[in-house]
């Protein structure tokens, strides 16, 4: 396992073809999570992947867990919790997300936890907000899994990932998550979330209000820009039909990490990571 990544995956409900959900007669099932869809795209780039979690002890979770192992991806690591059901939500392509997650068994992880998971050696580490916003227990978890890292000096990459209707409010949302960003060695966030967020018009404001890790900010179907010490790159995107924009930032960091890690320069990165991107913009599934 050279990557592994922690956080919540749902299964997602989706319509069979890229219509509104409240006109849609006929639904599949997928499985969507920040963290597991990027662990799923480093996987079928031939990165060893983990993904570590918790569902429920129910037939959703078990089909989550086929699912995501059928992906390549070392799930030895999920906890099967027969107290708290497997989150589950919904896409109306077009339109919006509708989560069904609230004291999920993923929501139910705490500090603990991170005593289970191999902290102290795997090479990185990959999470993002979303866990932060799920419940105070999620949050600890993520303290200890940067203290953990630390203590081990081994990288944590971060999503900021900021999904507003998980927050009690803004102020909340922008304060955690910027603490948690500055606390990590790579974050990934897009250019209007961080204007969401902290009020930063541009990919160099950005980089202002983080100066220390290595940053890349996603600037939508215009670019993106990455910052890795003193220098930048801006890579443009190669424009696509977009049929639903959902996961398509975890298949960008995906691809940026699998060109990191087989030590390719920025631009290469960055260019992976468009690539990788484009396959999730013209699908309904997150990966």
């Not at 078990?62 to 192992?69: P, Y």
Request: hydrophobic letters at 45%.
């Amino acid at each position: 396992m050279r990557v592994l990544t922690v956080g919540e995956t749902m299964i997602m409900v989706t319509p069979e073809r890229a219509e509104p959900l409240e006109q849609a007669t006929e639904f599949r099932l997928e499985i969507g999570g920040a963290e597991s869809n990027l662990a799923c795209h480093l996987a079928t780039a031939g990165v060893p992947a983990g993904w570590a979690s918790a569902v429920g002890a129910d037939a959703l979770g078990r089909r989550l867990l086929s699912a995501v192992t059928a992906r390549g991806v070392d799930t030895s690591l999920v906890r099967v919790d027969p107290t708290a059901p497997t989150g589950v939500y919904f896409k109306d392509p077009g339109a919006t997300v509708l989560y069904y997650r609230r004291d999920s068994a993923a929501a139910r992880l705490g500090p603990d936890f991170a005593a289970t998971l191999p902290l102290a050696s795997v090479p990185l580490v990959h999470i993002s907000g979303i866990t932060a916003a799920l419940s105070p227990s999620c949050r600890a978890l993520l303290d200890a899994i940067l203290e953990a890292r630390r203590a081990a000096g081994l990288p944590v990459s971060f999503d900021v990932n900021h999904r507003p209707s998980l927050w009690p409010d803004l102020d909340t949302a922008a304060t955690d998550l910027l603490a948690l960003a500055r606390r990590c060695d790579l974050v990934f966030v897009g250019r209007d979330e961080a204007e969401a967020l902290w009020g930063t018009a541009a990919a160099e404001q950005v980089r202002a209000l983080l100066p220390g890790p290595e940053l890349v900010v996603k600037d939508g179907g215009y670019g993106a820009y990455a910052y890795r010490g003193a220098t930048s790159e801006f890579v443009p995107v190669q424009p696509v039909e977009v049929v639903e924009p959902v996961g398509a930032g975890d298949a960008f960091a995906a691809g940026y990490l699998a060109a990191s890690l087989a030590g390719e320069p920025v631009p290469a990165a960055l260019r992976r990571g468009h690539a990788v991107a484009a396959t999730a913009l013209v699908t309904t599934a997150d990966c």
